[in-house]
């Protein structure tokens, strides 16, 4: 039973553009939402968190976004670097199993110069 | 600093032997997580441990897999009788601690090849 899916393998986009990355959740039960980079041969890099209590939170260009009534979250990066080609996971975890993190399957963004 | 840093970085091994996977976390961090990510899949949690308390091992998948943790230092996670399907990437994380913004921080892996 997959609690956290990423339905986008992949993404292309150019250089400078948008690149929205989307997520969608099943447990209504999960209270705090990751979103981690990862490069080949590396671990996953956390990049943005989102409490459910807000509905938007902002790190320079990363932007996510958290829709509870629809379960469904999205990571924006503007604009887009062809450094940000990586795999994106989103993650999501419950009170007070703060350690278990559910992840995604991951989606490939490869940004072009 | 120093990261997370994982052992071996690739091991392969025969369907039926054991195997043991280590993990030096990050100084001073007193949770450690173990989770794997199969082929085209995203991260499945395994375990975590969190000082002195018990572990939660809910995401082990079968009583072949058993870890350990000395103190808050290193932590090994072991593989009995291999099967194919245990073929994936072992990936620890640390963090300073279980509250729900403290951020995990990865090592780069350990890829099992079960021939």
């Known amino acids: 039973d997959q609690q956290v899916k990423q339905n986008s393998p992949s993404l292309s986009v150019q250089e400078g553009r948008i690149s929205i990355l989307n997520c969608d959740y099943t447990?209504?039960?999960?209270?705090?939402f990751l979103w981690y980079k990862k490069y080949p041969a590396e671990g996953p890099t956390f990049l943005i968190s989102?409490?459910?209590?807000?509905d938007k939170n902002e790190d320079g260009r990363f932007t996510v976004f958290l829709n509870k009534s629809a379960k469904h979250l999205s990571l924006h990066i503007v604009p887009s670097q062809p450094g940000d080609s990586a795999v994106y996971f989103c993650?999501?975890?419950?009170?007070?199993?703060?350690?278990?993190?559910?992840f995604g399957q991951g989606t490939i963004l490869t940004v072009h110069p | 600093g120093a990261g997370v840093s994982q052992s071996p970085s690739n091991k392969v091994t025969e369907k039926g032997k054991d195997v043991e996977l280590r993990c030096d976390p990050i100084?001073?961090?007193?949770?450690l997580y173990w989770y794997r990510q199969r082929l085209g899949q995203g991260l499945e949690f395994l375990i975590y441990?969190?000082?002195?308390?018990?572990?939660?091992k809910s995401g082990l998948p079968s009583d072949r897999f058993s870890a350990e943790r000395t103190g808050e230092s290193v932590s090994t996670l072991t593989i009995q009788r291999t099967q194919q399907e245990d073929s994936a990437v072992y990936l620890c994380a640390s963090s300073v601690g279980q509250g729900i913004s403290y951020e995990q921080y990865f090592g780069p892996g350990t890829r099992l090849t079960v021939t």
């Open positions: 993650a999501a975890r419950t009170s007070p199993s703060y350690g278990k993190l559910t």
């Open positions: 989102i409490s459910s209590i807000k």
């Open positions: 100084s001073g961090h007193t949770a």
């Open positions: 447990n209504s039960m999960f209270d705090y």
């Open positions: 441990f969190q000082g002195n308390s018990a572990p939660d």
